[in-house]
């Protein structure tokens, strides 16, 4: 495994080190989180229209004998794709036909899109400073539809795969969003838990909790540009 401070490509691929080397370069001439997107997103487009960068293994479910218990839910596998310290994952989140991941934040600025199947997406903000949401809007997306995570005004949401197949979505982070402690919300109960997603193929060697950390998309500064090769 790499170091804290180095980029760790979990899976490797000519098309996904452009894409990297493309948000690090904007990041560098962006200030905002706004204008960081608005100069990734064509890049993200292209990683979503291509097929030949991403493998058949990470577009598939978790194995049987994976222990999802405290996840994003049952049979649903999130595939690290790489990582950068605190700053920056990209990863691949598969449910299959019919689940749904709870309601949850993520913390961070991001985007996410479809590579594969169909979604509906629910959004959420938070009514209070503690566990009421109000529900924002609700969107079916197919491949290629991708949104902006912006906290914290944009931040919690409950995915569905609404196709006859798996639905594949890929997510860019500014933070290792897999291994810090987020919040997972139950809308009949207005209760709010922590949890932490994990990876499938990766373990976490120390779960960070939200509040013990600066995540980029909680400051009006993504900070990835800091330090960053």
């Known amino acids: 495994m790499a170091g804290a401070d180095d980029p760790e490509y979990v899976h490797d691929h000519p098309r996904l080190r452009e894409f990297v080397e493309t948000v690090h370069d904007v990041a560098d001439d962006h200030g905002s989180v706004p204008a ?3 100069a990734v997103e064509p890049a993200f487009e292209d990683l979503l229209a291509a097929d030949d960068w991403l493998p058949e ?4 479910l978790p194995p049987e004998d ?3 218990r405290g996840r994003m839910g049952d049979d649903i596998a999130q595939w690290l794709l790489y990582r950068e310290d605190e700053r920056l994952a990209l990863f691949t989140l598969v449910l ?3 689940a749904a991941t709870p309601v949850h934040d993520h913390l961070a600025w991001g985007l996410v899109g479809l590579h ?3 979604q509906r997406e629910t959004f959420y903000r938070r009514a209070d400073d503690g566990t009421e949401l109000t529900r924002l809007r609700e969107e079916e997306m197919g491949r290629g539809d991708y949104y902006r995570l912006v906290p914290p005004e944009n931040d919690i949401h409950a995915v569905e795969t609404v196709s006859d197949e ?3 979505s890929v997510h860019l982070l500014g933070a290792d969003v897999g291994c810090i402690e987020r919040h997972a919300y139950d809308t009949a109960e207005d209760a709010v838990d922590p949890f932490v997603s994990g990876y499938t193929n990766v373990e976490c ?4 909790t939200g509040e013990g950390h600066s995540h980029a998309g909680t400051d009006p500064e993504h900070h ?3 330090d960053t090769a």
């Open 205 to 208: 060697e120390v779960a960070a």
């Open 36 to 38: 960081l997107l608005d």
């Open 57 to 60: 293994r990470y577009r598939e």
């Open 116 to 118: 594969g199947g169909r």
């Open 166 to 168: 798996p639905s594949v």
């Open 66 to 68: 994976y222990d999802d």
């Open 224 to 226: 990835l540009g800091d």
């Open 96 to 98: 299959p036909p019919g």
